[in-house]
Structure formats: C-alpha cells, structure tokens
C-alpha cells in the first residue's frame, strides 16, 4: 500500500504538515494535527478564487488541511477529533475577523469555508453544527434563534476579551458611572478606535454580562425592546 504524495505548495504562511495514508474506505486526517491557536496553524487567506468550478466569492485558505479531504469528515478519534475542530475555529475566526462580519447565515448556505469545490468536499449539516458547537463551548459564538439554529453569531474575541476593552472605553472617555445605551457603545464616535466598534449588539451584551459579573456595570434589559436600546451603566472599581 503506497503513501499517497500531497503537495501542498505554495503555502508561504503555513509549516508543512506530514500527511500520512489513510483507508480507502474511511478517510482520515494526518496524525499529528498541528496544535495550539498560534498564526502557523492558520496562515493568511489569499483573495485568488479557487479556480474553475468554484462558487462566487469563494476563497483560497492556505491552511493545508483544508485542502484535503478528510477535513471536511468530522473525525471520530477523541484526540484527532478536538484538534481538528481547533483548526475549523481558527479557519472560521480568521475570515470572520478580516471581514467583521459576525453573522453568519447557516441556513442560507454558510460560507465559502465550509465547501472546497477544487477537491470536491464540504461538511454536511451535522457536522457544521459540531463546528459551530465547539465555537460555543470555547466562547466564540452562539445561535442567535434557537431552536431554529439558521443565524450563529461568530466572536473572534470571546466576551471577556471585549469587556476588558469595553471598560477601558468607558474610563478612557470618561463614561464610568453613566447610563449609555448598547447602540452608544458600538457605534459612537468616540469608540472608533476600539476592538468592539461595529460590534452586533449581541455581542456587546454577552460583553456587559461579563461586566456585570465583576461588579463593573449594570445592565437595565429590556425584553420589549431591540438590544440596542438597552441600558448600561458603568460602575467604578
């Protein structure tokens, strides 16, 4: 039985990955996956489309491993299983960070990085919502309709990460024991230079929840009203 060869050239961001032979009858992902959430896991995505056959708007990510094939097949080893899922989270941050989008419309058919036309591979329905399971257990993310899982929103810095900065906003310009609104917050002026601007609203609560738990804010909600109205007052330390 003769070991496959995989180029996976050019790659000028990503360290080469052994990639060893796998069953006929079950595909199977290289052992081992690289590890850990540093840049040389997730290598920079590249503008050029995939090439011929390739769907509107979709992208090279040059990330070897999603360019073969037993990615796109939620792996059943434990081990295997939790590193593979770590690359999807950082395939998924990545371009969700670079376009500040942070919605991501499941039902509409995802996106582009859940399909790879050139080797005819995409993740079924499951195994996308394992995906986006493990960005909720990891604090990136969460179904904004449950139960109808069709919008998930993604967050490339978790909740914690965004009310550290949130604060430092509201002291930094002088908000702290005032009453703003989360539509202030994400989209005032003065809040242009920090990580949340443009935030979803719902990011910026899951943010506010965490401030609220250290005795940092209070958060008047209100259900009859869109979560842009909802109020927030900075406490001092």
Avoid: C
């Amino acid at each position: 039985f003769r070991r496959p060869h995989h180029d996976f050239s050019p790659a000028p961001l990503a360290t080469a990955v052994p990639l060893r032979a796998f069953h006929a009858k079950r595909e199977r992902l290289p052992d081992p996956l690289p590890t850990g959430p540093g840049e040389g896991v997730m290598a920079a995505m590249s503008a050029t489309p995939l090439g011929a056959g390739s769907t509107a708007g979709a992208e090279t990510f040059f990330h070897e491993l999603w360019r073969f094939p037993p990615m796109f097949t939620i792996q059943r080893n434990i081990d295997v299983r939790e590193r593979q899922l770590g690359v999807w989270a950082e395939i998924i941050l990545a371009y969700h960070r670079a376009r500040r989008e942070y919605v991501l419309d499941v039902a509409g058919g995802g996106a582009p990085y859940f399909a790879n036309v050139a080797i005819d591979r995409s993740l079924s329905k499951q195994d996308i919502e394992t995906v986006l399971g493990h960005l909720v257990e990891t604090g990136h993310g969460e179904w904004l309709d449950e139960p109808g899982r069709s919008q998930f929103l993604v967050m490339w810095d978790t909740a914690q990460e965004v009310s550290n900065d949130i604060y430092a906003w509201a002291q930094d310009t002088g908000k702290v024991g005032e009453v703003y609104t989360v539509y202030d917050i994400h989209s005032e002026d003065d809040s242009a230079g920090y990580g949340f601007h443009g935030a979803h609203p719902r990011a910026i609560v899951k943010a506010l929840a965490k401030l609220q738990e250290g005795g940092k804010a209070k958060i008047y909600r209100d259900d009859g009203k869109a979560v842009d109205e909802w109020g927030v007052k900075f406490l001092p330390l």
